[in-house]
């Protein structure tokens, strides 16, 4: 592999993980100390650059001369560690900005995770390193390390314990420590490693900035990322565009999905975490794979490498055991991966490959014969990889030893991958049977869960990087009527919404019994009965006060409403700017569609199941724009409720078609307004069956402040 990154990296980081040199503040003759690990691993790595040890007191440290200041150094250097701590680490910061270093990685903690003055001592430290235009690492990391050049400015012990290769996979973390467990596990794999970094604090530089750095990385085929917060969410929507044009996949992990695990992150970062769901839309919408941990960033690492890219999610299941069969099939259906129908011309030519007992249908039991025909596997893969039904295959050896030609059965596997380029994992758990697979270079696992889930991870994750969105044109912003209240009141927000082409309930806006008498025999539709509901900004949640009446049956009881709610306005001190007299709406089923301004990500929308139970049911999906109909379908059938979208019971389908339109609707609106509108909030849309249509029946648009 390349010794350098071998990119123009003028923006790109190049300072810190391209130096040619290299001031290590606080350097120790003790390699197992921080100060003295990062000279130990520079000079063992085969760092061809400058290192200069930083320690008054000593004039050598680990052979290299020693220099009592960074001003007594022969130069400026790209790179200086700072792993002296307190008030001496930012005077040491000060000093690198004032001598003209380029970039420097800050060890010391006690900053913006210790609380606010922390805080404060963290943010004006890296705006003077910001303004003497150098890069700022940390604080609080254990620092980073390219193993492709040598450049180890970092002091984890998982470089010792685990000794380095260089390899196709970078990992950026904001926590040092799960970087060095990701590493760790990847080498454990026999997997090689090239970067491995770790931005801690995040004063300056992110993971999102490492992250653009590190996939310019010719050399690197898979990026690894830990995320406690997303701090620069525009720079890894960045980075992911570009993953995605050289087929870079990133695996990232977001830490914090619980309250208590956001505020731990808080507490050990020094950040704010995201809501959970907006940052599962995100990383969705742009092609990044979420995880649990990095155990399973390193569990599928080794099939990404392989750069299979498989074009559908159908599964081929070949076993030794009858009931690992049965098993296989059961666990393709946890994994959504169907099985394979393979065509009768494929299922002939297994069948006469096989003994007259085995089975040749999908999944394929090859018996115990291959105790006495260790060439079943290279007779069976051939014939069915000819199947277009065919995309990923299986291979589940439950028993084999003694008589068994293992090494037979890995090299006809070996040799069908090389062949046909098509994924194909095996699950073995005796150690004698799954080495000689590992050894050809098959990913293997000790059981079917794990390896039917990389293999769909695999099948998804490809889908969702070659995934296009819609492009929304330019629009007005909308007129928001005038005022500097918080909300719009719900005849102002229905209209805004019509503005938009979505599709409002019939409703008359009254300011007296007698306009509200006539409405109700305008707007009731065919006889039936309409709805009263105060119309304020002031009470922007009516039925909580028992502001809003159904099922009202007369233009006499419409009137006496009207006046009973407008003495209540006065009554809670609320603006009296009338009350609506609308239809009452039937739909076969209530949904919700809402939208707002997240401060870390812009607008986000959300869609699911509506009603007066909305904030217990929690069954949502969240989508960030621009998007489709097509993805808004998509989420939809995510939902709990996605079985009711297609009609049971003899029920017919929803009109999906007409709720996407709509939820598009409310997000191209919230995007045009420009940060003007906080949050939009559609309750009940009433949908219909297919050809019916979707209504919304309330609505309600908040300003942003």
Known sequence: MNRSMKVPMSDLLESALDPQSVAVIGASENIHKIGGRPIYYMQKHGFAGRIYPINPAREEVQGLKSYASLAALPEAPDLALVIVGGEKAVAAVDDCAARGVKSAVVIASGFGEAGEEGREVQKAMAERARAAGMRLYGPNTQGLANFGNGAIAGFSTMFVEVPPADGPIGVVSQSGGMSAMAYGLLRGRGLGVRHVHATGNEADVTVSDLAWAVA??????????????????????????????????????????????????????????????????????????????????????????????????????????????????????????????????????????????????????????????????????????????????????????????????????????????????????????????????????????????????????????????????????????????????????????????????????????????????????????????????????????????????????????????????????????????????????????????????????????????????????VLLPPFDTAEVKAALDTLRIAPLLGGVRGEPPLDVQALSEVVVAVGRLIAAAGGRIASIDVNPVMVGAVGEGAMVVDALVERAG
């Not at 406690?228 to 960045?238: G, K, Q, S, T």
């Not at 305008?522 to 009965?529: I, S």
Request: aromatic residues 6%.
């Open 216 to 621: 310019h990385d010719p050399d690197v085929k898979l990026l690894l990322l830990y995320l406690e917060n997303i701090a620069n969410p525009e720079m890894l929507a960045r980075t992911a565009a570009y993953a995605r044009e050289r087929d870079l996949p990133i695996i990232a992990v977001k830490a914090g999905r619980s309250a208590s695990g956001q505020k731990a992150a808080s507490s050990h970062t020094g950040s704010l975490a995201n809501e959970d769901r907006a940052v599962d839309a995100f990383l969705r919408h742009h092609g990044i794979w979420r995880v649990r941990d990095p155990h399973a960033q390193a569990l599928a690492a080794e099939a990404y490498l392989k750069g299979w890219r498989p074009e559908g999610r159908r599964l081929v299941v070949i076993s030794n055991s009858g009931a690992s069969c049965v098993m296989g099939a059961d666990a393709s259906e946890e994994f959504k991966l169907p099985l394979a129908e393979l065509s009768p011309a494929t299922r002939r030519d297994v069948a006469a490959r096989l003994p007259g007992f085995a089975t040749a249908t999908n999944p394929i039991d090859i018996t115990a014969a291959l105790l006495s025909n260790s060439g079943l596997f290279g007779d069976v893969l051939p014939a069915v990889a000819q199947d277009p039904a065919a995309d990923l295959f299986f291979i589940n050896i439950p028993v084999a030893g003694a008589g068994y030609d293992v090494e037979a059965f890995a090299n006809d596997t070996a040799k069908f991958e090389a062949a046909t380029g098509k994924p194909v994992v095996v699950a073995a758990w005796q150690a004698s049977v799954a080495a000689p697979f590992k050894a050809r270079g098959i990913p293997t696992f000790g059981n079917e869960t794990e390896a039917l889930g990389v293999l769909a991870q695999l099948a998804s994750h490809t889908a969702l990087m070659r995934e296009s969105h819609a492009a929304w044109p330019e629009e007005a912003a909308p007129a928001l009527p005038r005022g500097s209240g918080r909300f719009l009141n719900e005849a102002e927000s229905l209209a805004l919404l019509a503005a938009r082409g979505v599709p409002v309930v019939a409703h008359r806006l009254c300011r007296t019994a007698a306009q509200a008498r006539d409405a109700w025999g305008a707007v009731a539709e065919a006889g039936a009965p309409a709805v009263v509901k105060a119309c304020s900004a002031d009470v922007p949640h009516k039925s909580e006060h028992g502001l809003v009446v159904l099922r009202v049956g007369s233009a006499g009881e419409a009137a006496a409403l009207f006046d009973a709610q407008w003495a209540k306005l006065a009554e809670l001190g609320a603006a009296r700017e009338g009350v609506l007299v609308a239809a009452m709406h039937k739909g076969r089923h209530e949904f919700m569609v809402g939208a707002r301004l997240d401060p870390v990500f812009g607008p986000v929308v959300v869609v699911g199941d509506g009603g007066t139970n909305v904030e217990a049911m929690q069954d949502v999906a």
